[in-house]
């Protein structure tokens, strides 16, 4: 059995708890919170809640740590530090931060001899390996990637932010006239506003000037400004019972062209439908929390993605199985 | 330069050599035929067209083999053998008797040192990696592959092998609703019927009894008669204007569920439309070779499948780009 610890219980952890349960090869073993772990009530029967100030009375307890901190303020710090003493994996999703990321993970996780996996999700994550895949097999050609529908927690943030805003839920749409060029195969250039639409519902504070709020919204820089964006104003009710779910999803579609003068076409176009953003990460990282643990025990270390891993690591079944069933 | 060599000229070699010629990484050093080299005309300026039988005079000239024989009588000869010289690919797609065919290629390829990388394509190759990413993600669910719209060669010759056909195309289509219903987590148990379509363009000879010939079309054992299938009867010229491509493409898909009661589920969809089969598959060849290469030159050795290569070593890009543009 793989003993998995979970660092962090939030959304993620709990999707991260559910899908190492579901497996058979897999131990949860503990549970690290910053919280008084008294206060905290998981879903798994016998598994202690730890304070993370105690983590490394577990070195030799746990075989993968599974990081399940925010990108923001977390994850930097905790993943070169916990890679010190355990293999690692994490869901790292900023960007532009992530070859910064990468080299402090792999700096302390060479040191220690551990394998750390970053930015494993599914964008980053499945969605960078189709990009990767699918640039590599048709060089020539266009890859695009759309988003949605699903809730933004970073849009829906910043809207909350707005005075005389109670609560709200931003959905990212992709736009269908958008994806039916792409898989045309016209390779079309895209502007933001023509790639995706916002929705947003908004719950406002009684009395609040409801033109202001929906004036905020649709010209907010960054957010919203270059975007088609709808307001409705709704009740909390209608927001808890229409809106409460946290679904994603979104397409990678690569449109490429092969032959003496390039006449002939190719779509590869790989998408995702989830109703549960956190659970499907959550199910991703599991899988490559089995990876880092079967590399490590090959003597790799180092810092990985989701590009340095072999498909095979990630699953359950013996290689025999998988030959006979899956290829 | 990563120096490639194509054991075979038809319709994949000459996908292999376009494709080759595309990156910037490899060189296309000979082409092996066991036809008369004089009376082979290639693509390709300035290099050498040699008989097969020649083939072990380039030994030291030759990075990576991409054999790009049949599965039915070549590659189960062709690949072990020449895997005791040079690193090779192939596109071995008989999928029942693939375990055979990895033994018999890791043996001679462990002896030599060299890399064999076995079935690859499309299918096998790019939906056998996707079927195995999106089960070890989702354990909890069920994957489906339909195949179409797309030309079967080997059903265009069994319909060609009736008495008073002159010839024919055969398109595998996969039925809609059937699409409908997996992509909507149903998780249906479907027949092959209620899978796939065949649609069948008949040329017939002169005179012939056509009511015959449909009838053993759409009763013939194996290849039509558990299917829906429609026979159209056309001239020679409509044949050729009309049906002369050899397009295919496909969908796998996967539906699972995730959560503490299996209360979410989630979709997972990777799917091809491809103008030319052949010269697809041959991208992926391509792709493929050059991981061999890299594989090789880290010290690796035997028979590999997709599921033994990280993604990584199938691009032309850096690492460090890679990152950057892709994850």
Known sequence: MIR????????????VECAVNATSDMELVAIFTRRD???????SENVPVVNTRDVLEWT??????????????????????LAKYF?????????????EHFANVNETALASGKVGVISVGWDPGMFSV???????????????????????????????????VKDAKQYTIPVDSALEAVRSGKAPELTARQKHLRECFVVAEEGADLKRIEKEIVT????????????????????????????????????????????????????????????????????YARAAYRL????????????????????????????????
């Open 4 to 15: 998995i610890g979970i660092y962090g219980y939030g959304n993620l952890a709990r999707g």
């Open 37 to 43: 772990p008294k206060s905290v009530k998981i879903n």
């Open 60 to 81: 030799d307890k746990i075989d993968v740590m599974v990081i399940c901190g925010g990108s923001a303020t977390d994850l930097p710090k905790q993943t070169p530090e």
């Open 87 to 99: 293999n690692v994996v994490d869901s790292f999703d900023t960007h532009a931060k992530i070859p």
């Open 130 to 164: 189709n990009r990767m895949y699918s640039s590599a097999i048709l060089p020539n050609g266009k890859d695009y990637t759309f988003w949605g529908k699903g809730v933004s927690q970073g849009h829906s943030d910043a809207i909350r932010r707005i005075e005389g």
């Open 220 to 287: 907010m820089p960054n957010y919203f400004a270059d975007y088609d964006t709808i307001v409705h104003f709704i009740t909390e009710e209608e927001l808890k019972r229409d809106h409460s779910g946290i679904p994603h999803g979104g397409f990678v579609i690569r449109s490429g062209k092969t032959g003496l003068n390039s006449e002939n076409q190719h779509i590869i176009e790989y998408s995702l439908k989830l109703d549960s953003n956190p659970e499907f990460t959550a199910s991703v990282l599991t899988a």
């Open 296 to 327: 490590n025990k090959k003597g790799e270390s180092g810092c990985m993605t989701v590009f340095d891993i072999a498909p095979k690591y990630l699953s359950e079944k013996t290689f025999e199985e998988l030959i006979k069933t899956m290829l």
